[in-house]
């Protein structure tokens, strides 16, 4: 008996599927033997009588077919077998079709088959849509689930390869395997991680979260750090492990002949450029190396930079790095005497005023790198006094110059509440110039408050443009947040103008103009702050913040006939659902405001 192989074509399926169905594996051999059933009727395999109306049933070189008399053809041993067919003139379709085609024997010549797409990440995909993968629209059969070779094929998969393929799939379904399964796959681990808020990945806060849900996620993050902390472990076991295999200790006469090496390879170091930092860096490890008190060393500069650098980056590596004794590096105390080599005062300072001039001599192109514009802004710091050693002063109080001071504590004076002490910070007001040019960034002056006004704005952003014009430096701009206060000081440079957006420099030769700027990204932070707690009109209509709670879920594909396809991939759950750090974010506010939200609000409504 020869082996038989089933296969499952599904509902919907064309016409050339069915048949390309029929044709797999199959070799046929002429035979008077056929067994048909159909609706439950089973025919004896000799001389059978098949019920049809012109049917045709086609294999690789032969075909079932009957004739007006209601007599079969010779054909060959075939077996097909039909649930629930119904046959009309020329068409037939069935819920399911099963072809049970024999296989070919042993001796003869054998195609491979297509594996189609067998992978054991495609399996989450075949419980989701349910064995049938439709096209974009939802009317057409794209793939199915082949139950006999647990694989995915594609309708239109050729089943037979020829033997000189190299590959293990058809042409056809490797298409939709690289441009459909993979891109549905990442789309459902996505989908999967953000409508879970008690997965570890979910960005989802905890104040939208219940009780249960809240001791879930917690649950999962406990478990995720045991398993890191296990991993950690782990890894630093073997790394002892493989350090104590293979280092080797140098001792005292190892070092000594180390040190011949390097001196011996000095001249050659030596012989390349003196100003290259290799051969600084060479010539002071080998300076570091000869001394027997690591404090007796003196660093060069270009060295000082360079480490200086690498502890911006990240003090940890830094730290590990000198602690390994792979190379001599200066130490953190050393780093610090250089950063704190200026004394870091409040307000403005003559110190700051020559290094801005430094900075301003290394800028290029020389003629265009005084034009600058002026950014300041605000930024909450932790309220408190500090003792500073050096001075024996006391920092923390509110500090915004002396003509605002001095406003300040006559002001107090007269309060009838009676606290007639200097405030403690809670914000530090920032100064900085930056080049309209060049790539120069300089913080010029900070300065701490409780609070700031339009009216103690305005005198400080006069001086700093005094001192500026003074040193030679042209200020173009002034660019800072759309805050009411901000807005107060702009008016005061012009009572009689309504919205002012320029003053002249009183300070320079030829009063040149400076131009006020609201941040752009505040603005956009803005409209999306205002939209979220009201309304926005648009051509007459009003919009609200529920229609994009709306939108987000239909987006999502949870409420559409077509789950995992979503318009605006960008739209998250931090978009729609914001808390007081989500607002601060500018990127969240850009992208509900982009275009591409627009159009999926004008083909929602």
Partial sequence: MPRKFRCYVPKGASRKATESAAKFECTAKLSNDVAVQADELITPT????????????QTNEIAVQTDDNQQPLITTDVAVQTDKMVVAEGSSQADELHVDVAAPDDDGDCENICTGNNDEKFFPLIQKHRGIFKNSKGTGIMAYYDQRYNTIRHVNCSFQLPLSTSGSRCSVCRTFRDNILRSALTRMLKESTAEDPCSTSSHVNFRYLNTPE????????????????????????????????????????????????????????????????ST?????????????????????????RWCLYLNHRSSGCYSTLRNSGVIK???????????HSSPSVTGFSVATDLQLLEALKNQK???????????????????GLVFEKYSGALVGYQDLGEINNILGDAERQ???????????????????????????????????????????????????????????????????????????????????????????????????????????????????????????????????WKLIIELYHRNTGAQTATPGLSLVPKLKYEHVYLTSFSKMRVDLAAQVCAFSMLLFVDLYM
């Avoid at 295999?245 to 012989?271: C, F, G, K, P, Y």
């Avoid at 080998?286 to 060069?300: I, V």
């Avoid at 192109?365 to 309220?383: C, G, N, Q, R, T």
């Avoid at 103690?456 to 040193?471: E, H, N, S």
């Fill in 365 to 383: 192109p020389a003629h265009l790198a005084k034009y600058v514009s002026v950014i300041f802004d605000e930024m909450y710091i932790k309220e």
């Fill in 329 to 339: 590096l200066p130490s953190q105390r050393t780093l610090s005497d250089y950063r």
């Fill in 414 to 544: 007269f309060n009838e509440s009676g606290n007639r002490c200097r405030p403690l910070a809670k914000v530090m007001l920032v100064f900085m110039v930056r080049g309209l040019f060049t790539s120069m960034k300089f913080t010029y002056a900070q300065f701490p408050a409780a609070s700031t006004k339009g009216a103690q704005l305005f005198p400080l952003f006069r001086t700093l443009v005094c001192r500026l014009t003074r040193l030679g430096i042209n200020v173009v701009a002034a660019t800072c947040d759309g805050a009411s206060d901000n807005r107060m000081m702009f008016s005061l440079h012009d009572h009689k103008m309504k919205g002012v957006y320029k003053t002249s420099n009183v300070y320079s030769k030829h009063g040149n103009p400076i131009f006020f700027i609201s941040d752009p990204p505040h603005l956009i932070k803005t409209i999306r702050n205002c939209f979220q707690r009201g309304k926005l009109w648009c051509n007459g209509s009003a919009i609200d």
């Fill in 214 to 277: 809240k001791l879930e996620r917690m649950r999962n993050l406990s478990k995720l750090v045991r398993v890191q902390h296990k991993q950690l472990s782990d890894l630093r076991k073997k790394l002892e492990i493989h350090v104590e295999a293979n280092s080797i200790r140098v001792d005292e006469s190892t070092h000594h002949d180390l040190l011949q090496i390097m001196e011996s390879n000095d001249a050659q170091q030596m012989a390349g450029s003196d100003e290259s930092f």
């Fill in 46 to 57: 000799s001389e059978a009588v098949v019920q049809t109306d012109k049917l045709i049933i």
């Fill in 280 to 304: 600084i860096f060479w010539q002071q490890q080998l300076k570091a190396a000869k001394l027997k008190n690591s404090k007796q060393m003196r660093w060069h500069p270009a060295m000082i």
